[in-house]
């Protein structure tokens, strides 16, 4: 008979109080990991609903920078939220920079005070290797624990002989723990699952034997699969420099991009809840533990449930179905999710043209003036905001995904997914397509790469004092193309000088989710990006600028006649509203095309209805992107690749993600780029508060405005129409985080940084697969 737990279902929304940790010695590690990694912050295996009643918002704010209920008239450039949350990131970085241990005791002590138990064994070597090597934040490892830490809990099997009676703590009978609180056998449980998860298709194998690293691909019948293992290639790479230290371990990894594993909800449990005795505190996180199996198994054959697992779906089940179990029992998405399934598949609910349109469901809710404070992977509820699973084409993957806690390594981490997160393979090697400054023939990384452009003048009060400069202001070679001919960038028609355009670029495939169930492409993140950014959209947009000078609103809007602006009169002038046709703006700021149809047969219409309903260009070469300012970044199958070349260069990443990486705890949104909430819809504001709003827009929007007393025409034939600007300092905002972000690459994020990371992960895992997982914890 199994000894383990019965399944139980709490039907509890808040699971995460804090466990009582005075219970425990000292000595008794495993509860406070869990305490600790929940007391940070987000659990990222669950999602911790919104509270009901929330404004249907896709984006909400931290408590840190609290949600303003201020209209934005009674904003000011000081009270923007973009000039706060730009001074809470420099501030937040910085003290987290000043914050790292300086010794390796230190270290043990924060790691001890994070976490809840000493460092694994080898810490002190690791400890060398990253301060040799400058890694700057050496105590940043939150996400990885939080990853990791429903492994700890795994216990073995006593019926399979993982452990005995007497090996369990006496005076805490039926815990499952050991004498130092491990759960026991939970290196045999862990080996177990690592063997089984490897006989599914698209796992490779990357092993340590006598510290010599290798790939294994373990024959997967039946399936044939075209995709090479170059993310198990990648991360052999990376533990190049650490495998001589490390013990005989192995670790799957994920062939795709797409997340693999989803625990549902019911396979956790609360402590001292729906009729369980105390006996699983410390087995999970916090009071929530992870139950195994509660079929009891006879011999070691039978524990095979993944012998029968097929890849992909088959045409049975899909993710997102398989995703918003991981929901509580009481959420929507578990309540009601099939009354809204139906009224949005058959497009009868009124908010399905507003969802196509990027926005949210409920169409009387205006639209807010309000701006991510970081990516989507903790701000979107999809548990309490089902209908947006739409807008994500994670949730359409084709391949299925693991519904038990099975230890998968893979690139990024979407909310409700376990598997735990490796540097990507693009972002360790070089290649054309993913390496800013990658030279193909000298097979060395520049620090500028062959199409960077320069800034240029800082362009909010304009070389000519009249704000704002668009593509008509420059003179553009359209032989420019960042890569094969680079001998006319971008130029300032007057000044000459050399000058990044002021626009947001992005190109990219249709790739972006799979097709399982079929027919929803068109809702899927770059789909509705393509559309948004369309030069012949319909409807307005109110755009605020946080505008110094008079020309601020346009019936004040005057220029001398000696043509020199007014200077800027009130620096903390309030925000000032412009409606605008969306078309106006997007074909002005938007540079946004596909440039390349895949599984176009999957499109609602096929091809033809894909290029009708979506703008395509030309492919462009990776250079190509640093003539522009603003570079928009997307999901695609899984997070963007291209991430990491857009930071090392001059230009500003926009970045939309629903994914955690590897460094989500090192980077600071704000300071190294700037966020996107999911539904893009704050775009036009954030191009107003750093670039204002181009003159070719004012000429459109205003060109034949007439003064409200005299009637004669604001701007007589012959007059330079100005551009209205944004924050006084906008354009060098947006240079410094331009800046900041490359500095952050090649500080932060260096491919030893990665190599530290990956070290890290595998002395964690060399603790997990030991049986006697004292022994494989630092001596101090
Ligand atoms: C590890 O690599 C070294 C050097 O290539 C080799 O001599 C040794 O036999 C290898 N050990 C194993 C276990 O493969
Ligand atoms: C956690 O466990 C403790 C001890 O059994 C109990 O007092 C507490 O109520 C539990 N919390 C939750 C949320 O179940
Ligand atoms: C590169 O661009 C320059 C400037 O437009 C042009 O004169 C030249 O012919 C181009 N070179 C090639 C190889 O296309
Ligand atoms: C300009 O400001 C005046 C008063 O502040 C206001 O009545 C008018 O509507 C504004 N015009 C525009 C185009 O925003
Ligand atoms: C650059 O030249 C190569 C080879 O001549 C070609 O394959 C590539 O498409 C060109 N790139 C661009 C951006 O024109």
Known sequence: MSTRPMLTRVPSDSPWTVSNQHRFSQRRWRPLLMFTLLACSTVAIFTVGLPVGVPISTFTFTSSSKVTSDHPSALSYSTHPITRMMKEAEERFQAKIDRQSKTLSEAIEEYKHRYGMPPPKGFDKWWEFATKNNVVLVDEYDTLMRDLAPFYALRGQKDLGDYADEDEDPSRPGSGLDHQGWALGGGHEMRRRISEVAGVASIDMVQIRKGNLSTVSISKDGFVDDEVSARAKGLKAMLGSSAANLPDIDFPVNAKAEGRVIIPWDRWTVAGQGG??????????????????????????????????????????????????????????????????????????????????????????????????????????????????????????????????????????????????????????????????????????HSVDLGEVAWGDLTDVGPDGQGGVDDRDLVIDPNFDGHNNTSNPPRNRKTGKESKRNKIFWRGATTGGGNSPPGFAALYQRHRAVRMADWDAEGDVEVWVPSTNPIANVSSISVSSSGTPHSPTNVDAPLKAHKIPIAALNKALMDVAFVKASNANQYPGGLKKLKEEHRFADGVSLGNHWQYKYLLDLDGMSYSGRFMSFLASDSVPVKSTVYEEFFSDWIEPWLHYIPLSSSYEEIYNIFGYFSGIPAEVVEEVYGDAVDPETGAPLFPPGTKIPAIPGAPDGDERLQHIAQAGKKWKNTIARKVDMESYVYRLALEWARLNAVDRESMTIKV
């Open 276 to 445: 369980m005795t105390g006996e699983k505190i410390g087995l999970g996180m916090g009071n929530r533990s992870y139950i195994e199996d509660s079929a009891p198994h006879d011999t070691k054959d039978t524990l095979h449930p993944l012998a029968d697992f097929h890849p992909d779906w088959r045409g049975a089940g899909n993710v997102w179905d398989k995703w918003r179990r991981t929901c509580p029992p009481i959420s929507t998405a578990r309540k009601s999710y099939a009354s809204i399934r139906s009224a949005i598949v058959e497009g009868t609910s009124p908010s399905h043209h507003h969802l196509l349109m990027g926005g949210t469901s409920d169409a009387t809710v205006p639209p807010p003036f309000a701006f991510a404070p970081s990516t989507s992977f903790d701000t979107v509820s999809f548990c309490e905001q089902p209908h947006l699973h739409y807008t994500q084409g994670h949730f359409f993957s084709d391949w299925r995904t693991l519904d038990d806690l099975y230890p998968v390594l893979s690139p990024a981490r979407a909310k409700g997914f376990g598997d735990i997160k490796i540097p990507s393979h693009y972002y360790y090697g070089s290649t054309q397509a993913y390496t800013y400054g990658w030279d193909k023939v000298k097979q060395k990384v």
